[in-house]
């Protein structure tokens, strides 16, 4: 059973920076893909971003392409999402989310932005983005 655990939420000024961290461990955790989803209060939990088991393919939402970048530290079995010029619009919590890939070299196969895949929850980090 894997535990993921977030951090590096906090309460930011728009146009301002983040970098969350995910840290996972139990085993084989080279066989998941890990996610970033968030939610907002009284919305939906949504993805965010995506990374492949190996850390060589990313997704990441339309929305936040141009501002979210997600990587990971296979070393230190830890997922970032660097997040920057941040809007009031991104205020959430945010989780991340393991996806078990059987082949982690098929990772277009898998629907990354569907919540039911993921076996695996952080407990969330809380975003705040004033104005």
């Known amino acids: 059973q894997l535990q993921l655990e977030e951090s590096g939420g906090d309460f930011v000024q728009v146009g301002g920076s983040l970098r969350l961290s995910c840290r996972v461990s139990?085993?084989?955790?080279?066989?998941?893909?890990i996610g970033w989803f968030r939610q907002a209060p009284g919305e939906e939990r949504e993805g965010v971003a995506c990374v492949s088991p190996n850390g060589q393919t990313t997704t990441l939402r339309d929305s936040v392409r141009d501002r979210f970048t997600i990587s990971r530290d296979n070393a230190w079995d830890t997922v970032y999402l660097q997040m920057t010029d941040l809007k009031p619009e991104d205020t959430a919590v945010y989780y991340c989310?393991?996806?078990?890939?059987?082949?982690?070299?098929?990772?277009?196969?898998?629907?990354?932005?569907?919540?039911?895949?993921?076996?695996?929850w952080g407990q969330g980090t809380r975003v705040t983005v004033s104005s």
């Open positions: 139990g085993p084989r955790v080279n066989y998941y893909a």
């Open positions: 989310g393991a996806l078990y890939m059987h082949n982690p070299n098929y990772y277009h196969n898998y629907d990354v932005w569907q919540k039911a895949n993921y076996e695996y």
